[in-house]
């Protein structure tokens, strides 16, 4: 596996080719999700070399097939990643670990490994951290651009809906952000609250 190259090549078609109205699915979305995978997977143990490059090569790759596709861009994922990966020495049986990851992040989440598990925690990481209303702006500008929400009331609604059906799988993600992320969601009924 040439995990260097695989990840250069589609880091740099993201930079290039994804759509400027994508705020949140963005080139920095993608990173932080690889960076957040490599922390929870050292605090959950995980130690096999493989495991590890085939998480960080799912991160970087899990929201590829936005440069084609909204709807169904885990799928279009896939696709791309059978397409490019054995170019980089990825087996078919690697290529195939790596679908499931990128698929397990699709919403509702239903991971059935623990690096299934890792991926999901990591791709929703910011829900229980600090920077949860910065980077939830810029999914708002994002749903906003595409009709999924009409106006900020909308969207908290729709966060709230979210947000209260959300649950973390690692214990690391558990413990580390679930505390936050109740906060975050308290934050956002008593924004409604004043609206309402």
């Not at 920077?131 to 106006?151: A, R």
Request: negative net charge; charged residues 30%; proline residues 3%.
């Amino acid at each position: 596996m040439q995990v260097k190259g695989a990840v250069k090549h589609i880091l740099e078609k993201l930079k290039v080719d994804l759509p400027e109205y994508l705020l949140y699915h963005s080139v920095s979305h993608v990173r932080d999700v690889k960076v957040q995978a490599m922390r929870i997977a050292a605090s959950e143990g995980i130690t096999n070399q493989e495991d590890l490059d085939l998480l960080e090569t799912a991160a970087i790759y899990h929201d590829c097939g936005f440069l084609s596709t909204y709807t169904n861009h885990e799928e279009k994922g896939c696709e791309i990643a059978r397409e490019v990966l054995p170019d980089f020495d990825y087996t078919p049986s690697q290529i195939k670990i790596i679908e499931g990851l990128i698929m397990a992040t699709k919403v509702p989440q239903k991971p059935k490994t623990k690096l299934e598990e890792i991926i999901c925690d990591a791709d929703l990481d910011y829900l229980g951290r600090d920077d949860f209303f910065t980077i939830g702006d810029y999914l708002y500008e994002e749903l906003l651009h595409i009709g999924v929400v009409k106006d900020e009331m909308a969207w908290n609604h729709l966060q709230i809906k979210f947000l209260t059906a959300h649950h973390y799988f690692t214990q690391t993600n558990i413990k580390d952000r679930e505390p936050l992320k109740s906060e975050n969601l308290k934050k956002i009924i008593k924004r409604t609250e004043k609206k309402d």
